[in-house]
């Protein structure tokens, strides 16, 4: 159970931390920045990592763990478990919010912004999602060396798609992470593409990264 423990604990603090980071920031009228909020959800990766890599993997995301699966690096029957882990985890964080800043519309929730057509974001949410795998798949299964930099490695692309995609798509990249806060606060509208793109970015970059290192992905 420690592992599905440790992905529960992750998802939550990643999720509380930045999805509350957009709360404060939506109720505040700005008090954070667009850059406080993308800078809170690469350290809050980054710290995560460190604090449970070693004993679940620290996926906190249900695309990395199918794309983990998919590269067999990671056993198919144990994706349901880690998917609802983080599940559970995010919608914890999601109520918490709710609980702390009702007045709150969103909660952290991902929508494009306006003028920006869902297919476009769309295939955005893809490419984000397809860096985001690579340098995962890539970190998490090189020398030792590189993977203590794991943790930075994963929290500085996450901290850089946020900083240039948030404001057109919110940067998800993770279907829960776009899920639990869209149901908590009510906002369903375009919540498809982010449920459906993080995946398609993830089996992309497992076969790209299969044409690149044999001994890493299938």
């Not at 056993?75 to 709710?98: D, R, S, T």
């Not at 295939?123 to 340098?135: A, D, G, K």
Request: proline share 5%; net charge neutral; with cysteine.
């Amino acid at each position: 159970m420690k592992k599905y423990i440790a992905e529960l604990l992750g998802t939550f603090t990643m999720i509380f931390c930045g999805c509350g980071a957009m709360t404060v920031n939506e109720i505040t009228s700005g008090s954070i920045t667009h850059v406080g909020v993308a800078l809170t959800w690469g350290l809050v990766v980054m710290s995560m990592i460190y604090a449970f890599g070693e004993t679940s993997g620290a996926h906190f995301n249900p695309a990395v763990t199918f794309g983990f699966a998919y590269a067999k690096k990671f056993p198919w029957k144990e994706v349901p478990k880690y998917v609802l882990a983080q599940a559970i985890g995010a919608f914890l964080a999601c109520f918490v919010l709710w609980f702390l800043f009702p007045e709150s519309e969103t909660l952290g929730s991902t929508f494009p912004a306006e003028g920006f057509e869902p297919y476009k974001a769309f295939v955005f949410e893809i490419l984000l999602t397809f860096f985001l795998m690579v340098v995962i798949i890539n970190v998490s299964t090189g020398s030792k060396e590189l993977g203590t930099m794991a943790g930075i490695a994963i929290g500085s692309v996450i901290l850089l798609e946020a900083m240039f995609a948030g404001p057109m798509t919110k940067a998800s990249m993770n279907p829960i992470r776009s899920l639990a806060p869209a149901i908590v606060s009510g906002n369903l509208q375009h919540l498809w593409l982010y449920l459906t793109a993080p995946f398609i970015g993830a089996f992309l970059a497992v076969i790209s990264c299969s044409l690149i290192k044999d001994d890493n992905c299938c």
